[in-house]
C-alpha cells in the first residue's frame, strides 16, 4: 500500500508539472494579451550592454547622432572627414531613373500593405475573442525604414551624408515588436529536411522576421557560438554556424569600406517570450518553445529535432542576442535578380570547381554573359576582397536590382559565416582578384588608406563597433585578423601590377576604364 501512495504521488507531481507546462507557453500568453493591452517590454536589465531603458512606443525620441565617431582623436570621424569620404560619387545622379523606387508608388503599395496587415490583425483578434486598445497601424512617411527604402540609388543601399541610417539603427535596437514569423525560405520547407543533403537549406537556421510598431521589417538571427569559439578547422564552410555578430561587424566593415551594400544591422537583446512568443500568430513557431533544464525559454526549427542537425537556442534566461538586418523593398516593388557566383564552391565533401585547378579560369569568364561586363565584373572582384577580410566562404550567389541593369551594385547579403576563424585566412577567397588582376581604383584608394597608422582598419572597426547594443562585437583577434588580411589583399593587387603593369589592373570609374595615370589617387 505505501508503494502504492508513492506511485499515486508521482503521478501527480507528474500531471501537475505538464499542466503548469501548458499554462505557461499556451494558455498564458493569450490570457495576458486579452487582459490587457500591449506594452512595450521593459527595458534591458543588463546596464553594461544598454546604456539606457528602452523607450515607450508612444515617446518620440531623437536618434543618436550619425556614427562618425567620438570626440577629439577619434580615427573614425577623421576616415569619415578624409576627402576620399566626401569627394562627388561619379556617375552624378540625374533623376528619377537613378533611384531604386518611384516614391508616390511605394507609398501606395506600403498604405495598402498596412490596410491587409489591419485587417488580418482584426479578424485574428475575433477568432480568439481577444480584445485590445491597441489602434490600427498608421503608415508615417517619416518612419526610417521608408525613408531608407527611398533613399536606395545607383550608388549604394544609403548615401554617405544621409542621416536616416542612423535613426533605423536607432529604431531596430528600440522600437517593440508587433509580429514574429518564420521567413519565407524556411515557410517552403514546412519543417521537412532531407537528411542525405550535406547542404542543408537556407530555412534550418533558425532566423525569424520581426515586425515592428512603424511596420518596419527585420531579419532576426540567433546567437549561436560565443565570441570567443573559432569555427573548428575540421568544418566545412557549409555546415558552419550562422554568427549574429559577424552579420552586425559585415555592415560596419562595409560601411568603412564605402561600399554601402550590406542593409543596416544592429544587435538587440530579445525578450524571446514577450517579443517572439506573445507576438506571433504563428502557430508552429508557437509549438516549437519549451523551458529547458537550466529554467531557459528555448525555441527550435522543425528541422533540427528530426535531423539533429542544428539545436534550440535559448534565452538568458528570456533574454537573446540577436542581429537585425533591416529588410529591403519588397520585390513587387524592386525586383532583384540572384545570379550563381562563377566563383562558387563545390558544396560537396569532395571535388572542386573549374576555377580551383585553372589559373586562367578568369579568361572563360570574361567571355560569359553578364560577367563579361568590366562593371559587373569588378564588383566581383569588390565583394570578394569584403568576403576575404570577413573569412567568409559561403558566397555562392550575388543579387541585384534589375532596374540598374548589368553594372548596377552586387548587395553584400548574408554575411553570417564571416568572422568564423581569426588565426586562418583562406586565400582562395580572393581568387576573383588574383585570377582577374583587376582592381578599382576607388577600391584600392579605400584600402591603401585603411593601411595607414592614423585610419588603421582595426582601430576604426574597434571603434565603429563600440556603438552597438552588443558590444564587443569582435574580439581582439578577430579585429588584428582584418590588418593581416588587408595588407593580403594589397601585396595581391601589387604583384598584379607588377606583372601586368597598373594602366592593366587599377580601372577608373565604376564600370572599369583602364587607368591613365601612375599612382592612386
Avoid at 11 to 20: D, E, P, R
Avoid at 73 to 93: C, Q, T, V
Avoid at 140 to 159: A, K, M, N, V
Wanted: net charge positive; charged share 25%.
Amino acid at each position: 500500500m505505501p508503494g502504492l501512495r508513492r506511485d499515486r504521488l508521482r503521478t501527480l507531481l507528474l500531471l501537475g508539472v505538464l499542466l503548469a507546462a501548458d499554462l505557461y507557453f499556451h494558455l498564458g500568453p493569450r490570457v495576458r494579451r486579452r487582459l490587457r493591452p500591449r506594452e512595450r517590454p521593459p527595458g534591458c536589465p543588463c546596464a553594461h550592454r544598454a546604456a539606457t531603458s528602452a523607450p515607450r512606443p508612444a515617446a518620440r525620441h531623437a536618434p543618436p547622432a550619425e556614427p562618425d565617431g567620438g570626440g577629439p582623436g577619434s580615427k573614425l570621424r577623421a576616415l569619415f572627414a578624409h576627402p576620399l569620404y566626401n569627394e562627388p560619387e561619379k556617375p552624378p545622379l540625374l533623376g528619377p531613373e537613378d533611384s531604386l523606387l518611384a516614391g508616390p508608388e511605394a507609398l501606395r503599395y506600403y498604405r495598402r500593405k498596412v490596410a491587409r496587415w489591419n485587417r488580418r490583425h482584426r479578424i485574428y483578434k475575433e477568432q480568439l475573442n481577444l480584445t485590445s486598445l491597441d489602434p490600427p497601424l498608421q503608415l508615417r512617411l517619416e518612419t526610417s525604414w521608408i525613408q531608407f527604402h527611398l533613399g536606395i540609388s545607383r550608388h549604394g543601399l544609403y548615401s554617405r551624408s544621409s542621416p536616416v541610417v542612423s535613426k533605423l539603427l536607432h529604431d531596430m535596437r528600440h522600437l517593440p515588436t508587433i509580429s514574429a514569423d518564420y521567413s519565407q525560405d524556411e515557410k517552403a520547407l514546412l519543417g521537412a529536411c532531407d537528411c542525405t543533403q550535406i547542404v542543408k537549406p537556407s530555412g534550418v537556421h533558425l532566423k525569424l522576421v520581426l515586425r515592428f510598431s512603424d511596420f518596419g521589417k527585420a531579419m532576426f538571427k540567433p546567437m549561436r557560438q560565443l565570441r570567443d569559439e573559432e569555427t573548428p578547422e575540421d568544418f566545412f564552410y557549409f555546415i558552419d554556424f550562422q554568427r549574429h555578430n559577424a552579420e552586425i561587424a559585415a555592415f560596419h566593415l562595409d560601411r568603412i569600406l564605402d561600399f554601402r551594400r550590406v542593409p543596416p544591422t544592429v544587435g538587440r537583446l530579445v525578450n524571446v517570450t514577450k517579443e517572439i512568443l506573445e507576438v506571433t500568430k504563428n502557430e508552429i513557431l508557437q509549438s516549437v518553445f519549451f523551458i529547458s533544464p537550466a529554467s531557459n525559454v528555448c525555441f527550435f526549427a522543425k528541422c533540427p529535432y528530426l535531423c539533429k542537425t542544428e539545436y534550440a537556442v535559448c534565452g538568458n534566461p528570456h533574454l537573446l542576442e540577436g542581429s537585425l538586418s533591416a529588410f529591403l523593398p519588397s520585390l513587387n516593388l524592386a525586383p532583384r535578380l540572384s545570379v550563381p557566383s562563377p566563383w562558387t564552391r563545390s558544396y560537396s565533401l569532395a571535388g572542386k570547381e573549374e576555377w580551383e585547378v585553372n589559373p586562367l579560369y578568369c579568361d572563360t569568364v570574361k567571355q560569359v554573359y553578364p560577367h563579361s561586363s568590366s562593371g559587373r565584373l569588378l564588383n566581383i572582384i569588390d565583394m570578394a576582397i569584403f568576403d576575404f577580410l570577413t573569412g567568409n566562404m559561403d558566397r555562392h550567389h550575388y543579387e541585384t536590382f534589375t532596374k540598374f541593369g548589368d553594372d548596377g551594385f552586387l548587395i553584400h547579403l548574408d554575411n553570417a559565416r564571416g568572422f568564423g576563424r581569426h588565426s586562418h585566412d583562406e586565400i582562395s577567397i580572393l581568387s576573383p582578384l588574383s585570377q582577374c588582376c583587376r582592381i578599382k581604383r576607388k577600391t584600392l584608394s579605400h584600402l591603401q588608406l585603411l593601411a595607414q597608422a592614423d585610419y588603421r582598419l582595426s582601430d576604426v572597426m574597434r571603434e565603429s563597433l563600440l556603438e552597438d547594443q552588443l558590444t564587443p562585437v569582435l574580439t581582439e583577434p578577430h579585429l588584428l585578423a582584418l590588418d593581416r588580411r588587408l595588407q593580403t589583399v594589397l601585396r595581391t593587387v601589387q604583384g598584379c601590377i607588377e606583372a601586368h603593369g597598373e594602366h592593366s589592373v587599377v580601372a577608373n570609374g565604376p564600370t572599369g576604364q583602364s587607368a591613365p595615370d601612375s599612382g592612386p589617387s
